[in-house]
């Protein structure tokens, strides 16, 4: 099959060594193009079966097959139910004296267990289809059965699998990869990157180009992996993303660059770092005069505001239990404090600081936003990108609250895309802030309009950066690029105060005729999560690591003896309080819980 | 463009929380196919040109145009040639004194630079078209230009680039890549790739899943690269092929798996190791009573051979440097001795060895090999597998010489595809024949019709790997694998002595109903150089590494202070003769030659 596809292909191509120098892009690309929908039969040899189990009909009746599939069901050793990657299909066990060793094979095999199946596709007795069922029309009088691969007891069934841990799930992935959500979410995926590959490449002449994975270390990429040579004391390391390849690219010339790229980022144990996107209201108008301490803190800074969101129908809903819970996060996560206000006062919450708001601060708050009488307000107060942060994420748990108790808030077949521009191109550094550090990178592009500010006021420039939100979910990001080595080497150097040296290639690259460009990298995992719905992206990644880092199934990462570790001249440096640790390394693994 | 596309993809899927347990997969697929060859217009604000270069013909004449370039060629400062990434097209520069800035913009401009210039399309005068160039009819009458980017002076021209050393084209990739040559392998790479996506996802229902590359350590797995973990002496892998993912995918029900796979294998500095595949004759009995010492030598040992090539019309384009780097060669790769042998006795060569072929031999080898005057007999002598691999490679480099010098051996435009089948499973260990180790890998299935020998004689076991060779070149090779746990167990532990614990995941869920599965891995990059033509697989990868595995653009793999190596656990281990090498580690970079 493959060497009938390929002959096919390259037959279909120039002749390679012609060279053809006149030969243009678009009348080759027309050359290339294989009419597309014709089915092609099926040529393998290896192949037993002549069917999937998902696509027989009433048209089938009569034909002759054999199915490959998984015991899905078993029903009185009447029936069979045969799973495969296309559907189900019910399947007759023979009763009679003659087909007594089909039977016993049919009838003893574990669930989960692999058969293949020849017989005859039947109608199913009047009043037996099952109109939920694709091929619930027919069913299969089986003449001749075999057992590919028993299957020993499961640890559980696939059916509720999505009901076990996430440790457990991962630890037997290969199990849970055959439940339906699994299945459904990983082939959605599939078919989505598909549309998008012919979406670029065939209606766009976008060009898809793979950048290297073992690269050099660039300028604080403090969380990019670090992989040992053969050369002494030289390392690698996976790019974070590939996005000086990418500009690599375009001063290649190789314009309309795509790919579907892996990024590693090493991102330790840290909780999940992503501020949400959210709308709020500032009212830190309100606040000027309280006496509640941690406003009164956070009002006196120069960034500092107090912020608050409402949840309609919040007193409605949210329990006590939940306020603490979302308190308890915010606290938890944000490092912030969080006072849910009422509007009606005889709702007491027994918390001191929520006596302190004073009365005309409540109605006034009351009156700037819009509360309803049954709403919540939270309110809390900070830094400003801190104060948005917390509220945004505790806007999305209430709302996963609510719907949780049947209200509808969120229609979900509906797709809100939102473009977020003008971002600042440099914040003041944290730990410095006397100091600039570019809002994104530093190879991110001035606003056209703000140049004029780069040298006199460089925290007033906005950036060509723009970011891809899709239902409050951030889901992609790009830039506009600088491509004069000038106005880059100023930013780093002077600006930024970066060792230029680092990026000599990029800068030199820029030096030689590098055309304006710019770009977007969209989250795959995220974005199939928003349209399949799955709660965690572990869901549409066929084999995720887990929260800390490591693959429950294979046990990686793992430990080394020192002699696989020597052509590659390192050796651990053990930490002195884990010699403990150190001694426990062949011990039986234990996935974490 | 992006969202719209985005908002129009989600529109056409099923409702993502719907969850629709009922949808099948077939139907959900015809739902999501979207009509492929329409044109979408260009949205995208940020791109001022209203054409590419490559696209304009006499149907655009009278069109105002606004193109952008660079600068491929200036004659007289009367014309420019633009170029972008789809051809090239003739820009008039105006001569008029109002347009004056325009002239000094296009004039002063160095090759290379990027600019924009805005014009009419016009047809050039008659007798001045050119028809080799598909915008050989029209030109540009330019009213505006503008330079977007000045390029310094390069290193070299572009158009001289793949005459360069190899190093310096990789030193310089960025400008390489602008060559007509690498825009034509990248593109053409990139089409291939689509097409086979487009074969197996919309014509057999193949799902594109990623596997990791951040994986465990596989047991004979010394060609991996190796990764610090933030977890003391815990280390993730590169994995060297998705083999082990491939069959817990099919484990999982992920039946019609594909991908286009990054495979990571640490080759050290060694050289290509990739045994040519070759038609040989056997002239071992010709020379059972030789005189000659190594034939003598290889002939004593048991698995000895003498075997040999006849080059046709070999004597007569050939020449004697020709053949003694032929046997360099085979001295310096292979450390193999090949002897030369004429047909003619008058051709005296002063070798030694040369003389010691009897004429009785002489003509045997004549007879038996069916010699013609003007060939050359190459032979050599010793293991089976090391005398065909010498000679497979000879044949092709004395092909490559006879073609240089004029010949038509090989027709460029034909694709011969071969399967090799019937490999052998086991081979003898070369260091202890006395044990066994797996032909290719230790999943791989038996053949059907020898698992009777597996207990008795294993090494007459043949396996069901196969090999797709495309014009004497390794393409590809796949197998059908083990799905019995037992047999699995069984092979690894009793017949090649290795450490199942290491593998326990894998034998684990073969036990859980694993189905008879097989595959097949294409080289990519090899089988893209063959249809190409392209003489390295540098020249069909973007940014590749050097032969000794540096990015030499980059400088990649580099030093890293130890401080950054500190969360990873790990220190260098420096050799004691290093020491010079250590302190010289900051000096400046010379790319090695």
């Known amino acids: 099959m493959f060497s009938c596809w390929l002959s096919r292909l390259c037959g279909g191509l120039s002749t390679p060594t012609g060279r053809v120098t006149h030969l ?20 393998n040899s290896f192949v037993a079966r002549t069917n999937t189990c998902g696509e027989l009909r009433s048209s089938h009746l009569g034909q002759e097959v054999t199915l490959c599939g998984w015991i899905q069901y078993r029903r009185q050793n009447i029936f069979l139910v045969l799973r495969d990657f296309h559907g189900l299909v019910q399947v007759v066990i023979p009763q009679d004296e003659s087909a007594a060793s089909v039977k016993k094979i049919l009838c003893e095999a574990p669930m989960e267990s692999v058969v293949q199946v020849s017989g005859t596709v039947i109608s199913r007795p009047p009043g037996q289809e099952n ?29 509720d699998f999505v009901k076990k841990t996430e ?28 549309k998008m590959r012919e979406y670029l490449c065939n209606l ?11 690269f050099k270390r660039t300028p604080g990429g403090a969380k990019e992996f670090v992989i040992p040579s053969r050369e002494p004391g030289k390392f690698y390391c996976l790019p974070q993303s590939p996005q000086q390849f990418k500009q690599l690219l375009m001063v290649g010339g190789l314009d309309r660059y795509f790919q579907v790229a892996r990024c590693y980022r090493d991102e330790g144990s840290r909780p999940d770092r992503q501020p949400e996107f959210t709308q709020i209201v500032d ?31 919040g007193a409605k809903y949210l329990k006590r239990k939940d306020i603490e819970s979302l308190r308890k996060l915010a606290a938890d996560h944000f490092n912030q404090e969080v006072l849910p206000v009422f509007p009606k006062a005889n709702r007491n919450w027994n918390s001191p600081v929520a006596k302190s708001i004073m009365e005309e601060q409540r109605s006034e708050l009351i009156r700037l936003m819009e509360i309803q009488e049954d709403g ?34 969120r229609d979900p077949a509906l797709f809100s895309f939102l473009w977020v521009v003008d971002f600042p191109l440099f914040l003041p550094k944290e730990e410095n802030p006397g100091e600039l550090e570019s809002a994104h990178h530093p190879f991110t592009a001035p606003h056209p309009s703000d140049i004029h500010l780069l040298h006199t006021e460089p925290k007033q420039v906005r950036s060509q950066h723009y970011d891809l939100v899709l239902n409050g979910n951030e889901i992609g990001g790009g830039s506009i690029r600088i491509h004069d080595a000038e106005l880059q080497r100023y930013i780093l150097a002077t600006l930024l105060k970066e060792d230029v040296k680092l990026l000599s290639h990029l800068l030199q690259a820029l030096d030689f005729g590098a055309p304006p460009h710019g770009g977007i ?71 974490e819980s």
């Open 521 to 591: 990298a969209l989250g795959l995992d995220r974005l199939i999560c928003l349209v399949t719905g799955a709660p965690s992206i572990r869901d549409v990644i066929a084999f995720p690591k887990s929260f800390r880092g490591h693959d429950l199934m294979s046990n990686a990462p793992d430990s080394l003896p020192p002699e696989e570790l020597k052509p590659y001249h390192i050796q651990v440096s053990w930490p002195a309080d884990s010699e403990a640790e150190k001694s426990s390394l062949n011990q039986p693994y234990h996935p």
């Open 376 to 409: 919540v307000v939270l309110l809390t107060a900070g830094e400003h990108r801190k104060a948005c942060s917390v509220l945004g994420k505790l806007r999305l748990e209430c709302a996963d609250l609510l719907e949780a108790r049947g209200l509808v808030l």
């Open 167 to 194: 440790a457990l799930r991962l630890q037997y992935r290969y199990l849970d990869l055959r439940s339906f959500q699994m299945q459904y979410n990983l082939r959605l995926r599939s078919r989505m990157v598909m």
């Open 204 to 214: 766009h002449g976008f060009v898809d180009i793979e950048t290297p994975t073992l």
């Open 24 to 43: 243009i892009q678009g009348s080759l690309s027309r050359r290339l193009m294989l009419s597309s929908q014709r089915r092609i039969p099926e040529l």
């Open 131 to 159: 109109p939920k069922m694709p091929t619930g029309e027919i069913e299969i009088k089986v003449k001749s059965a075999q057992l590919l691969n028993t299957c020993k007891k499961l640890p559980f069934e696939i059916k």
């Open 283 to 313: 009212i830190s108008d309100v606040f000027r005069n309280t006496k509640v301490g941690f406003l009164q803190d956070a009002l006196s800074k120069p960034q500092g505001t107090v912020k608050a969101i409402c949840i309609s129908e």
